[in-house]
C-alpha cells in the first residue's frame, strides 16, 4: 500500500505545476459561481481528466525509464495510476453534486442579469425547463455522465497501458465517436416517439429508484475500474521499460 | 575479493539481436567499463540488470541479492544515470527533490543540496532547460544522494564537451574511494575507461569479447605491422582485424600468439579505442588488399 501511495504522490507531483493550478482554479470558480445559482459545477466531472490525462499521454517513453530507476514494482505503478485516476473522477463526481446542491439552494441567483438568470435557472428548476427536470433529475443524469466517463476513461487507460499512448488516440476517438452516434440515435428515437420519453428510460420516478440509481452506477463505475486494472496488470506484466 | 555485480550466462534475444552468454564480474571498490560499438548490447545488458528488460535466461546478481525477485531492495541501493533524463522536463531541480525522497530510506536532502550547489544547477529552473552536462550532474546527485553503492551509467559521456567528461570523471573517482562501493559504466569513448576504469568488458555483437582487469587487456593485446609475406598461414589465421594494403598488413594479436612472430615485424602495444577498431574489422572480414583480391 505504501508503495502505491509513494506513487500516487510521484504523479501528483508531476502534474502539480502542469494541470493541478488550472483544475484547481476551475474548481474554485464553479464553487464562486455556484453560490450565485449559476450551474458551471456540472463541469467538474470531467476537469478529473483534465488533471492526470494529459501527462499520462503526453508523457515522453523515457519517462517511462523512471519507473526502472525507482524502487517500486511495476503493479504499484499501474495500480497508482489507476487508483489515481478513478479517485480524483469520484472527487469531481461528489464536488460537482455538492456544489449543484449549494446551486439550486441559493437565493443569490436574484442579483444575476435576467439572461444569464434564466439559462442557470434552467438547469436547477423545473418551472425553468421545457423538459420539467428538477435538480433531483439533473443530479441523477449528472452520476449518470459520471459513470459513462469512468467507463470512457477505464477503457483508455487500459489500451494507453497495453497498446500505448500513440494507439490510444485512435481509440479515444472512437471511443467518442460511438459515444455520440449513441447519444443521436436516443435523441432521433426519442422525437419520433419510439422511445417515449428519454427521461423515464434514464430517471426513474420515485426518490428511492433516484438513490438505488446513483449507488448501483456507483459501484458499476468501481467495478469497472477494478477490472480494467486486473485486465490490463495481466495483459502488460512481462512489458518492458 | 566480494563481487558486487555479477552476471552469469545472461540471454535475451530481440527481433535482429541478442545478448548470447553475457558473463561478467565486478569486485567492489573497482570502476568496470563496459565498452562496446554502438548496438553490440550494452544497453540491453544495464537494462537486464535493472530488470527493465526481461531475460531469456541467465542470472543477475547485485549485492549477492537476485535481481528480479529482489529488485526493490536492489534498487534502494543502486544509483542510475541514463543518458538521458528520466525526470519530467516542466519539473524544477527542487520538485525532483520532493519527488524522489520518499522512495529511498536512506535519501539525504542536505547531500543533495550540497551536490546540487557543487554542481551549479539553478534550483528553480525547469530541468527541461538544461543543458546536456547539466542534465547528466541532475542524475548524478540524484545517485548520490541515497548512499548508493552501485552506481550505472549508461553512455553518461556521449554528447558531453570535454569539461563535463573531465568532471564526471572526478566525481566516479571520487565516489570510489570509499571502497565498498562500485561502478559500471557504459561507453563508447574509450578515452574515459582508460582514464579511470579499473576492469573493462567488451561487448562485441552481443557477447562479451574480452572481460578482466584494464592491464589485463592493455598486455594481452598488441598491434603488428610489417609485410604480409612475413607471415605464415596459420599465424596469420590467429590475426584479428588483419588489414593488407600495398606496402604491408596491420592486426592485433593476442599475447599468447606473439611468440610465432618473425622480429622483422613491428609490434606496438594496443590502446581500448584500437582494440574496439580491430575487433569490428575481424567482423567484416577485411583480409583483403586495397584493390579487392585476397
Known amino acids: 500500500m505504501s508503495e502505491i501511495l509513494k506513487m500516487v504522490r510521484f504523479d501528483i507531483g508531476n502534474v502539480s505545476t502542469l494541470t493541478l493550478p488550472y483544475v484547481a482554479g476551475f474548481i474554485v470558480l464553479s464553487a464562486v459561481l455556484a453560490v450565485f445559482g449559476i450551474p458551471l459545477c456540472m463541469l467538474c466531472l470531467i476537469a478529473p481528466l483534465c488533471l492526470f490525462a494529459p501527462a499520462d499521454l503526453m508523457s515522453k517513453p523515457t519517462l517511462k525509464r523512471i519507473y526502472g530507476v525507482l524502487p517500486v514494482s511495476r503493479t504499484a505503478a499501474l495500480t497508482a495510476s489507476f487508483a489515481e485516476m478513478g479517485v480524483s473522477l469520484f472527487i469531481g463526481e461528489v464536488l460537482s453534486l455538492l456544489m449543484y446542491l449549494v446551486c439550486s439552494v441559493t437565493t443569490l441567483y436574484r442579483l444575476l442579469p435576467e439572461y444569464i438568470r434564466d439559462i442557470s435557472r434552467s438547469l436547477v428548476d423545473p418551472q425553468y425547463n421545457n423538459a420539467g427536470f428538477s435538480a433531483a433529475d439533473y443530479s441523477v443524469l449528472m452520476v449518470e455522465v459520471f459513470a459513462l466517463l469512468c467507463l470512457l476513461t477505464a477503457y483508455l487507460k487500459m489500451m494507453t497501458e497495453i497498446h500505448g499512448a500513440d494507439t490510444s488516440v485512435r481509440y479515444m476517438i472512437s471511443a467518442l465517436s460511438a459515444l455520440a452516434a449513441a447519444a443521436a440515435a436516443v435523441i432521433i428515437l426519442s422525437k419520433r416517439g419510439i422511445i417515449t420519453s428519454v427521461k423515464s428510460l434514464l430517471i426513474p420516478d420515485s426518490s428511492g429508484g433516484k438513490w438505488l440509481l446513483c449507488i448501483a452506477v456507483n459501484i458499476i463505475s468501481a467495478a469497472v475500474f477494478l477490472l480494467s486494472h486486473r485486465y490490463t496488470l495481466a495483459k502488460t506484466s512481462d512489458y518492458e521499460l | ?294
Open chain 2, 1 to 294: 575479493m566480494e563481487n558486487i555485480l555479477e552476471i552469469t550466462g545472461l540471454s535475451k534475444s530481440y527481433e535482429g539481436f541478442s545478448l548470447r552468454d553475457v558473463t561478467f564480474s565486478l569486485p567492489k571498490g573497482y570502476i568496470m567499463g563496459f565498452v562496446g560499438q554502438n548496438g553490440s548490447g550494452k544497453t540491453t545488458t544495464i537494462r537486464s540488470i535493472l530488470n527493465m528488460a526481461n531475460i531469456d535466461s541467465g542470472r543477475i546478481s547485485i549485492f549477492g541479492l537476485d535481481s528480479i525477485k529482489d529488485t526493490i531492495a536492489i534498487k534502494e541501493r543502486l544509483g542510475i544515470v541514463f543518458d538521458s533524463l528520466y525526470f519530467a522536463d516542466h519539473l524544477n531541480v527542487k520538485q525532483i527533490e520532493k519527488q524522489l525522497r520518499p522512495f529511498y530510506k536512506k535519501w539525504n536532502s542536505e547531500e543533495f543540496s550540497r551536490r546540487i550547489k557543487s554542481f551549479e544547477l539553478p534550483e528553480n529552473k525547469r530541468v527541461g532547460t538544461f543543458s546536456k552536462g547539466m542534465k547528466m550532474k541532475l542524475m548524478v546527485a540524484a545517485a548520490l544522494s541515497h548512499d548508493a553503492e552501485l552506481i550505472i551509467l549508461d553512455e553518461p559521456t556521449s554528447g558531453l564537451d570535454p569539461v563535463a567528461r573531465d568532471e564526471l570523471l572526478d566525481i566516479l573517482a571520487e565516489y570510489i574511494e570509499d571502497e565498498n562501493r562500485g561502478v559500471l559504466f557504459s561507453t563508447h569513448i574509450t578515452a574515459d575507461v582508460e582514464r579511470i576504469a579499473d576492469y573493462v568488458t567488451i561487448l562485441h555483437a552481443g557477447r562479451v569479447w574480452f572481460t578482466g582487469t584494464k592491464d589485463e587487456l592493455i598486455e594481452n593485446y598488441s598491434i603488428i605491422k610489417g609485410s604480409e609475406s612475413e607471415l605464415s598461414p596459420e599465424l596469420k589465421g590467429k590475426l584479428i582485424g588483419f588489414h593488407s594494403y600495398r606496402n604491408g598488413f596491420d592486426a592485433l594479436i593476442s599475447a599468447k600468439d606473439i611468440s610465432g612472430i618473425p622480429r622483422s615485424v613491428e609490434t606496438e602495444k594496443a590502446s581500448i579505442d584500437e582494440i574496439l577498431v580491430y575487433i569490428a574489422k575481424e567482423d567484416k572480414n577485411e583480409r583483403n588488399t586495397e584493390n579487392g583480391t585476397l
